[in-house]
């Protein structure tokens, strides 16, 4: 009967909106898989890698960070699974880096052992990920809204969402970090929904205690998943603990309401079996501090304000519009209003918290003390995602029926929305390095290799990061030589190359080359590369 009730919603809705939701959906699956393999596999898939097959970032040091020459394919061997290397070099990789649960980077170990590795199939999985939150969404909203054009319009937004296509291509464990919020919430909203039922007196049905236990069960793997993805899934569970705390009475006929206590059951349980990770996080606290020191850096407070507003327009169009920023944090401020003044208290409060618990969290600490937590867009998905169902809402209750002038402006809000939308997939398709592939770190990879791929004998040194070395040496031919060391006193230049380029060089490394009689320039004419600190220097012998 349900489905039934579904699909006769679904086929009272306008025709154009229909066949327009249809449309969009299947762009959104598109742009999810085209040129995956395009765009540059950054400093952080790098890392994704590096970890997965079971290499150590210590081990990497050792190997080629010694003064000594060596071959790219050397370094090329770090990203390339290793037959003798099992589940536990991989585990071992994992619990040195205690700041990132490792439930991601498993699975992406045991999709490469399925399918190999490349930058293609490496990214399919995160791309997977990404698909599968759009049923995962659709039954969250129909719970929230009981609205079968909520939960069409909502899936339609997400599909197309530029931000959430950049991390369907992106070997990272977001897309799975957003997919578990999904799927756990809208397994709680479905206990909880039931339990209501039974508390107002309608009949259960044979078999709904053991199907309740079973939904408590699902959700207990669900956010114990979410935890061992990401630390920051435990403010989902923290907000989703403050929802069941404001719609569940706390006593039911004089005992304790039975879905408060299996929820904090369920939670306390998921936290126990995560905690030998945070054992371990503490064990290894110096490591982690030094491996997450950029999020502590200082930034002017208008810095922080600037990227909240950057980030709301990149919800929606992609781009840094300058000033222009404010009307996507206008657009959404008004939906969730509007949500909040118009929506059942179920809905509202949900996305609400949802969307305060994550942002609240991050920004406050970043407004007291300084840090740009909350200039992190990938942290803060589930309340992307939250608004971007609050904008369902405003649309299927003012857009898909319009009556008044009121409603014709939002229907030309919605398309204006899923028009730049799609515009702004076409050309990140085409982009090579786009924001979310940090282009400060990443945008000389293309350039550079081109111009150290056309010489007969180049030697490059570099005294650089350690994974953004690793990352660029994979644009290289495998017999490109390489200078590596942590301190630039290591180096001394061999003989027999020429020419000789420096890579991201520290200024210690440059008066190293100078004092062996060699003119260092930047290389800024042939490369077409701007900014400051240039990555890409040559260093030229005076005796020539």
Request: glycine share 6%; hydrophobic share 50%; proline share 4%.
């Amino acid at each position: 009967m349900m489905n039934a009730r579904r699909f006769e919603g679904w086929k009272k809705l306008p025709v154009w909106f229909r066949y327009g939701v249809i449309l969009v959906i299947i762009l959104g699956i598109f742009f999810r898989f085209y040129n995956i393999d395009y765009k540059v596999y950054w400093i952080d898939e790098a890392n994704t890698s590096l970890r997965s097959l079971g290499y150590t970032r210590s081990e990497f040091i050792d190997a080629v960070f010694t003064g000594e020459v060596v071959r790219a394919e050397v370094l090329q061997q770090y990203q390339q699974p290793d037959p003798d290397r099992g589940w536990d070099d991989t585990m071992n990789a994992l619990m040195g880096t205690a700041e990132h649960t490792p439930l991601y980077f498993m699975l992406s170990r045991l999709w490469v052992d399925g399918v190999g590795h490349s930058v293609t199939t490496m990214r399919l999985l995160a791309a997977l990920f990404s698909l599968l939150m759009l049923p995962c969404l659709f039954w969250l909203c129909r719970l929230l809204f009981e609205s079968p054009a909520v939960a069409w319009i909502a899936v339609a937004l997400v599909s197309i969402s530029p931000l959430h296509i950049l991390y369907a291509q992106e070997a990272r464990p977001y897309s799975l970090f957003s997919l578990l919020f999904l799927l756990s919430s809208a397994l709680l909203l479905r206990i909880l929904q039931a339990g209501q039922a039974g508390h107002t007196g309608q009949t259960a049905q044979t078999g709904g205690h053991g199907r309740k236990r079973l939904g408590w069960l699902l959700y207990g793997v669900t956010i114990t998943a979410g935890l061992y993805t990401h630390l920051l899934f435990s403010l989902v569970v923290l907000a989703q603990g403050l929802y069941v705390g404001l719609t569940e009475p706390l006593r039911v006929k004089g005992r304790i309401n039975r879905s408060v206590l299996s929820y904090g059951m369920t939670a306390g349980i998921a936290f126990l079996l995560l905690s030998p990770w945070i054992v371990l996080l503490f064990n290894n606290l110096e490591t982690v501090r030094v491996s997450t020191v950029s999020l502590g850096q200082a930034i002017s407070m208008s810095r922080v304000i600037d990227s909240w507003f950057l980030n709301a327009s990149r919800i929606f169009v992609d781009r840094d519009l300058g000033s222009a920023n404010g009307i996507f944090v206008l657009l959404s401020g008004v939906s969730v209003g509007f949500l909040w003044r118009k929506a059942p208290k179920r809905a509202w409060l949900f996305i609400i918290l949802i969307i305060a618990t994550l942002f609240l969290t991050l920004a406050v600490p970043d407004l007291l003390w300084g840090g740009r937590r909350s200039t992190r867009i990938r942290y803060l998905l589930p309340a992307v995602l939250g608004i971007q169902m609050s904008l369902a809402f405003v649309f299927a209750t003012q857009a898909v029926w319009a009556r008044t002038w009121g409603q014709q402006v939002w229907r030309l809000i919605m398309v204006a929305v899923v028009s730049a939308n799609v515009f702004a997939n076409m050309s990140i398709s085409q982009s090579a390095v786009p924001w979310s592939k940090s282009p400060y770190r990443s945008a000389y990879f293309i350039p550079v290799s081109e111009v150290i791929n056309q010489a007969a004998n180049p030697l490059l040194i570099s005294d650089g990061p350690i994974v953004d070395t690793l990352a660029f040496a994979t644009w290289l031919r495998p017999d490109i030589a390489f200078q590596l060391a942590r301190d630039p006193d290591q180096i001394t230049i061999a003989d027999g190359f020429d020419p000789i380029y420096l890579l991201t060089p520290s200024d210690e490394l440059r008066d190293r080359v100078a004092a062996q009689g060699y003119t260092v320039t930047e290389f800024r004419e042939r490369s077409g590369l701007r900014g400051d600190p240039y990555p890409f220097w040559q260093a030229q012998s005076n005796g020539e």
